[in-house]
């Protein structure tokens, strides 16, 4: 944790300075600005269309009765997105459109998912958790997947 709050608080602000000052060299300090802010209007455009997409999708996926996951995460890929677009600087802002923007977004959400799906696998065992190395024989070394990829259900 310690070393995320570094790279957040310290290599993040250094790397942006750093492109912002190597852009402004080579299109000049007003395009620079220019540039900064365009995208940031943009961005926030975007963010305000893509946020009530999934909202309307989440809904949807609500009232028909299916477990929102894709609306979930693509909710919070939108929130991330938008708090990186609002950051100045062009890292923050490839990084945020890349969350933001839905082609990629899909890339994020399928990729996201797809972790929390071996995150969210169960290991059940009967009894006292068993040593680290091979589970027990028999019933109680079975595996349980939690699901978390809505498509496939009706």
Do not use: C, H, K, Y
């Not at 995208?39 to 305000?48: E, H, K, T």
């Not at 999708?57 to 929130?79: I, M, N, T």
């Not at 890349?98 to 065992?125: H, K, Y």
């Amino acid at each position: 944790m310690p070393l995320l709050l570094v790279v957040a608080f310290i290599v993040v602000p250094l790397v942006e300075l750093a492109v912002i000052l190597q852009v402004g060299d080579l299109i000049g300090l007003w395009w620079t600005i220019a540039l900064l802010l365009t995208v940031s209007v943009a961005g926030s455009w975007l963010i305000r269309r893509e946020g009530t997409r999934t909202w309307t999708a989440f809904r949807d996926a609500l009232a028909r009765g299916r477990p929102p996951a894709v609306e979930v995460v693509d909710g919070a890929l939108v929130l991330v997105g938008g708090a990186l677009l609002l950051t100045p600087g062009f890292v923050t802002d490839i990084a945020g459109l890349s969350l933001v923007f839905p082609p990629t977004r899909a890339l994020w959400n399928r990729l996201i998912r797809r972790r929390a799906t071996s995150l969210l696998t169960l290991r059940v065992f009967g009894g006292p958790r068993p040593p680290r190395g091979r589970p027990p024989a028999g019933d109680a070394g079975r595996v349980d997947v939690i699901d978390v990829d809505s498509r496939e259900q009706p």
